[in-house]
């Protein structure tokens, strides 16, 4: 909004040519949603506590044990999330962009979701949603976000480009990349629903891989850097820095209040929302395989997820004490601190790796 409605004067004021540079405008949307975040969260705890009093806030899926000892914190956090992060967009990206409606759109969609299945959860209909119901109305939203960005794209928008390599591209067509597009936010939403299982377990990686994604879009943004580093280049991407700026430090504002031990869950409605952020970022720069390696954490845990149900069901037999893999550490007597500080440390590994990618090539 500074943009669109300041930086037109910068002819007759010169200092308000600070509004057109991406680093600027992504850097005060980062202090903007982690200050919201700082400033408004003790508020909304105390809301959802009142409005939250009595009812089951904390999952099934903890360990014998765990649960008790958390239950009586509010969750729905995601709410505070998605406000900081929509707000902050809102006020220092360029209106004009598509990407950053369809950014805001994509969340809003998801977080609502993730809303109504947190509502269910909190009125004792354990299950929320119903799996396949929730999987088919976040396919739906993806769907039209993946033709939107068809329609804004270029000519290689339905390539699938592949780290470590810098001419080796693969043609998804048109049905291809709405298909893999949905695969991979509706992944990502999940993976990172999978992943809120601790305090503060989802904040720092979360955080690391929307900087990521930040100094991403601000490169594949750019002409220059987009030859230098052979990459694909997307004509509008770097507004794409600000929103996941945002997004960062709205993450971290959150983390405040969620760091061990927790003074509020995101739930449904914040995890939902994180992950098809990251996750629509990653197809609108062309950098999906790069979420894998960047967001490897996510995966992690979503594969153990899935390795625990496939032993299961053909032997019989777990591989894990407990899925997701962080209950496993869990049961093994690892203290939740020093599972969560591991994994974070995990998590900028991966990014570190995944970003010397695009030097690699």
């Not at 006020?91 to 990407?99: F, Q």
């Not at 760091?259 to 720069?285: E, W």
């Not at 690892?334 to 970003?355: C, D, H, Q």
């Amino acid at each position: 909004m500074f943009y669109n409605f300041i930086y037109p004067y910068a002819d007759a004021w010169s200092f308000l040519n600070v509004f057109q540079y991406l680093t600027v405008r992504s850097g005060a949307a980062l202090a903007t949603s982690f200050f919201l975040s700082v400033f408004l969260f003790p508020w909304f705890i105390e809301k959802l506590k009142t409005v939250q009093v009595g009812r089951k806030t904390v999952r099934d899926d903890h360990p014998e044990g765990t649960t008790s000892s958390k239950q009586g914190t509010p969750s729905m956090g995601g709410m505070m999330i998605v406000a900081t992060l929509i707000g902050s967009t809102l006020l220092w990206g360029d209106l004009t962009s598509p990407y950053v409606w369809l950014l805001i759109s994509t969340v809003l969609g998801f977080s609502a979701i993730g809303f109504v299945d947190d509502l269910l959860s909190l009125k004792g209909i354990k299950r929320g949603i119903p799996g396949k119901l929730r999987l088919l109305l976040e396919a739906l939203i993806v769907i039209a976000v993946s033709v939107a960005i068809l329609n804004i794209g270029s000519d290689d928008t339905t390539n699938l480009y592949i780290p470590f390599f810098k001419d080796i591209a693969f043609d998804l067509g048109v049905f291809g990349f709405v298909m893999f597009s949905t695969l991979v936010v509706v992944g990502s939403a999940n993976a990172v629903n999978i992943t809120d299982g601790l305090d503060g377990l989802v904040s720092v990686p979360a955080a690391v891989v929307a900087g990521s994604f930040a100094l991403l879009a601000y490169i594949v943004g750019r002409t220059d850097f987009t030859s230098y580093l052979h990459i694909p280049y997307v004509a509008g991407a770097g507004e794409v820095a600000v929103f996941c700026s945002a997004l960062a430090g709205s993450m971290l504002g959150f983390l405040w209040y969620n760091a061990p031990p927790a003074r509020i869950f995101m739930g449904d409605t914040g995890s939902l929302a994180v992950g098809s952020a990251l996750g629509t970022s990653a197809i609108i720069l062309k950098q999906e395989v790069l979420l894998a390696i960047i967001g490897g954490l996510f995966v992690i845990e979503t594969f153990s997820v899935i390795i625990q149900v496939l032993s299961f069901k053909l032997t019989g037999k777990r591989v894990f004490r407990m899925a997701p893999i962080h209950h496993h550490f869990e049961h093994k007597g690892w203290p939740e601190s020093t599972i969560v500080v591991r994994f974070w440390i995990v998590s900028i590994i991966l990014a570190l790796i995944g970003l010397a990618t695009l030097k690699l090539r």
